[in-house]
């Protein structure tokens, strides 16, 4: 059996299974019933000064897609609305309650040092496990001047952290807004600022849908809305690609990254995983479904390391970093080939027109005897895919590589006016 | 000693409740389901089986994007009847047998006909008819049947401009809609809502009670009008062939299913123990709705095997459900008729033949104890009136060629008088068809300066 277990900088869980800083983890009702059911850390709802915030009536918006009612959220509630007190007061029940699993506080306090040297040891005497700075949220809390206000400016990313990093023994966790030009930056200052580990993304800013009967922005606060942060499976080849791109860059080359952003089954942790997530946040799908799907995230992901035969996490932690590489660096030798099995085909004809419409007009239709059948004309198939993907019926379409003698990439490719010449 | 004959076997509620919808509408929830199970194949083999073509991935998609009323103007557009081919058509051996689905998985085709309905069904509660008249053409046009065809070529000539009136010789229009097709496929008084739904287009006159050879005559509707589609449907029932067979207890199935559906269910009759001879669809509405009006025995009894029966095998499936019991190669020999009433039906044993045809074994028969015989065994075309010249008939059907066009200048049919699948769908495909062909020749005919293409002078009646 595969070991689970993390270390995760300094912080230990018993799977990399975290519950990200959000509704679920807002109070010790929710948290005491998420270690029940066997969650392997939480990261507790974002803890502010008081007197509290105040949360809206109305918080979510949801997106419906292909028959499912809801495959995102998007939210427009604030931090933690309870006073700080009583949420210091359950964290430490917790801690004691559950000492085997990773607590970490979330905190946003306003931008000035005192502040949060205010709040740290507060936090600290919880015996929690470590803190993540929300730089993240992008709503409401930015329009104050924090959350994602931090995150889109690195020098304060830096200077906070920096303030944390002095005045806590806790590991610091860094938070980062998807919501950027480019992701390298504030997370490079928050490294520079002495963070311990980054966690990506938060939400990504959002009007998830129009009320065409109000006339207004989903969701709908007395006839008017607001934007959001949206989340689901729909964020998470961004959040994909963010880690990434945080795993691959040498000035980041070792720090603990928790992934997060639409991981809803096993193959999506593995492949955070794979991109260099060391431990993983989930919200959404058990805003969904309930605290239950943690059960079968552990089965899936250690059924699929015993089959690859990963000892533990720490195994799979990055194997595919390697392989992120830059346009520049693929293969332009390669050639692969679409091939349509015909005794699995259902004649659809999606394949055909998708091809003959949008792609290279490389999939001719043939009738035979009344049955349609479907073919790809080699020499027009630029190997794009497309039509593997439109199929409904897996492994009808196959994509074949093609042989190939050598390596030759774009920087060394006789149509680059400035290709490199040996 | 009277046969047992009688109605109100079943109380008021009883009777309500069995001839409910045997099959009610898919809720909003429902068809948005099923509707993203649909691939939207292009090219789709599910419109390929339609007889009237529709764009069934089009309008399916417009119900899973809660476009409903687009999805019902692409059905009727096609089939202005698409109300009740939802609901009467075979699917399961025509869109739906080809659903790509069925490769995956087999037996669960997309519900294109139930989500038809949904969308027809929603247009329907609309106040609005979707179509609207073209410029008046000053052109007539003569029906002469309201049935599936008869309508379906009325409301497509409307919609080109022209003047129609619909003859028929029953009370209401509709047609098998109407009078043949089991209660419970057209519950709730469809046939006559999709009726005036379809006549709310305007430019249409129903005339009630009018049939062709008795109260108009194929000569004068050719002289009052520009043209004539003949929509006449079979109106004769094949012979039994037996002694007997004019027994008051010996019924034809459409005469059965037709007085069922003209009068309250407690006012129809049927015998306590009922034997229906026939393989088809209608033998199967006769059978179900002898033990919906509360027949205790209903036995179906076929000439050859069940995989000969035009009765599809759902439609089997639902006799089955009913407690109708099916035998198969079997004959009628004998009525068993004492003092003037029916005691039962004797029967001949068969089995295939050498050459396929059925061999019966005189020496090996059953009897089944009857007080009702329902005969199904096929329908034919009534002969034409011999007065005047009449359409070449051939094999009992009007001969026609594209559009409709009879050997008759200016006169058209469609539908079951022709030759064809006997199926509503057919039968309004036959209309359109025949409406659109009418109003080509009529246009052409207004074009060509008063030449007819037909050869007949346009403008010299009326």
């Known amino acids: ?422 | 000693m009277m046969p047992d004959i009688a109605c109100g076997r079943l109380t008021e509620s009883q009777l309500e409740r069995n001839f409910s919808d045997a099959h009610p509408g898919l809720t909003r929830d429902q068809a948005a389901l099923e509707a993203e199970r649909c691939f939207y194949c292009h090219d789709a083999p599910c419109i390929e089986a339609c007889p009237t073509g529709i764009d069934i991935p089009r309008f399916i998609k417009a119900i899973a994007v809660d476009n409903p009323g687009g999805a019902a103007r692409i059905i009727l557009d096609a089939n202005i009847l698409g109300g009740s081919c939802a609901r009467v058509c075979p699917t399961e051996i025509l869109c739906e047998q080809r659903c790509v689905h069925t490769a995956i998985e087999s037996g669960r085709p997309v519900r294109i006909g139930a989500l038809q309905r949904h969308a027809t069904d929603w247009q329907m509660e609309q106040d609005d008819h979707p179509f609207t008249r073209g410029e008046p053409t000053g052109k007539r046009i003569a029906v002469v049947g309201a049935g599936p065809a008869g309508l379906a070529c009325a409301h497509r000539l409307a919609m080109r401009g022209h003047e129609v009136v619909v003859f028929d010789r029953h009370e209401r229009p509709g047609g098998l809609n109407q009078y043949g097709v089991a209660a419970y496929k057209l519950a709730d008084d469809f046939a006559q809502r999709e009726v005036d739904f379809l006549m709310a287009i305007g430019g249409i006159r129903f005339e009630a009670g009018c049939s062709l050879g008795r109260d108009i005559t194929l000569a004068s509707l050719r002289n009052a009008y520009d043209a004539v589609f003949l929509a006449l449907g079979l109106g004769g029932v094949r012979a039994l062939g037996l002694d007997n067979a004019q027994n008051p207890s010996v019924i034809d199935a459409v005469a059965f299913i037709e007085a069922l559906r003209s009068a309250p269910y407690r006012q129809a009759r049927v015998g306590r123990r009922v034997v229906v001879i026939g393989g088809g669809n209608t033998a199967i509405d006769a059978a179900v709705q002898a033990r919906l009006l509360g027949a205790e025995e209903v036995t179906l009894v076929y000439r050859r095997g069940t995989e000969s029966m035009s009765a599809t095998p759902e439609e089997r499936d639902w006799a089955r459900v009913n407690d109708v019991t099916i035998r198969v190669w079997a004959r009628p020999d004998r009525l068993l008729i004492e003092n003037g009433t029916l005691r039962g039906v004797s029967f001949l044993r068969g089995r295939p033949g050498p050459d396929g045809a059925p061999l019966y074994d005189p020496e090996a028969g059953f009897v089944l104890e009857a007080d009702m015989v329902l005969k199904a065994i096929g329908q034919s075309l009534l002969p034409l009136s011999p007065e005047g010249e009449m359409p070449r008939v051939q094999d009992g059907r009007i001969v026609v060629t594209q559009g409709g066009r009879t050997t008759l200048p200016g006169v058209y049919a469609g539908g079951d008088c022709t030759i064809g699948a006997d199926l509503t769908v057919v039968a309004v495909r036959d209309g359109r068809d025949a409406a659109e062909s009418i109003h080509a020749a009529l246009a052409g005919a207004v074009r060509n300066n008063g030449q007819d293409p037909d050869g007949k002078g346009a403008g010299s009646h009326g």
């Open chain 1, 1 to 422: 059996m595969a070991d689970l277990g993390i270390d995760f900088a300094g912080i230990r869980a018993p799977n990399p299974f975290w519950l990200a800083s959000a509704p679920p983890t807002d109070k010790e009702y929710n948290v005491r019933r998420a270690f029940e059911a066997g969650w392997g850390g939480v990261v507790w709802k974002t803890l502010g000064e008081d007197p509290p915030v105040v949360n809206l009536s109305s918080r979510y918006g949801g997106l419906a897609y292909g028959g499912r009612r809801l495959m995102g959220l998007n939210n427009i509630e604030l931090i933690s609305d309870r006073p700080l007190a009583t949420n210091i007061a359950e964290i430490k029940r917790v801690k004691r309650a559950y000492p085997d699993r990773a607590l970490v506080v979330s905190l946003m306090v306003p931008c000035e040092e005192s502040r949060w040297q205010a709040i740290l040891p507060l936090i600290e005497e919880t015996g929690a496990d470590g803190i993540e700075l929300n730089f993240g949220c992008p709503h409401g809390m930015s329009e104050r001047n924090m959350g994602a206000a931090i995150g889109q400016v690195p020098d304060y990313v830096e200077m906070v952290t920096r303030w944390c990093r002095q005045n806590t023994r806790m590991p610091v966790i860094v938070k980062l807004t998807p919501n950027v030009t480019d992701i390298l930056q504030p997370a490079r200052a928050a490294r520079k600022g002495g963070a311990d580990a980054v966690s990506l993304i938060n939400t990504v800013q959002s009007v998830i849908g129009v009320d065409l009967d109000v006339m207004a922005p989903m969701p709908v606060v007395d006839g008017k809305g607001t934007h959001g942060g949206y989340c689901g499976p729909g964020v998470k080849p961004i959040a994909l690609r963010m880690v990434g791109e945080i795993a691959r860059d040498p000035a980041m080359h070792g720090i603990p990254i928790s992934g997060m952003g639409g991981i809803g089954s096993w193959r999506d942790a593995a492949e955070f995983l794979a991109m260099g997530a060391g431990s993983l946040q989930i919200c959404t799908a058990a805003m969904h479904y309930g605290f239950r799907i943690v059960e079968d995230l552990i089965d899936g992901l250690s059924r699929w390391m015993d089959g690859k035969e990963y000892g533990a996490v720490r195994d799979v932690t990055g194997r595919a970093v390697s392989r992120y590489v830059p346009w520049n660096a693929l293969n332009m030798n390669f050639r692969t080939l679409a091939r349509i099995d015909a005794d699995r085909c259902i004649g659809c004809g999606l394949c055909h027109i998708a091809c003959e419409d949008t792609s290279h007009q490389a999939i001719a239709r043939q009738d035979d005897n009344g049955r349609r059948t479907y073919e790809v004309i080699g020499e027009s198939c630029v190997g794009c895919n497309l039509c593997a993907h439109v199929c409904p019926v897996s492994d009808c379409i196959t994509m074949e590589p093609q042989p190939c003698t050598h390596e030759l990439t774009w920087p060394y490719h006789p149509s680059n006016p400035n290709r490199i010449v040996a």
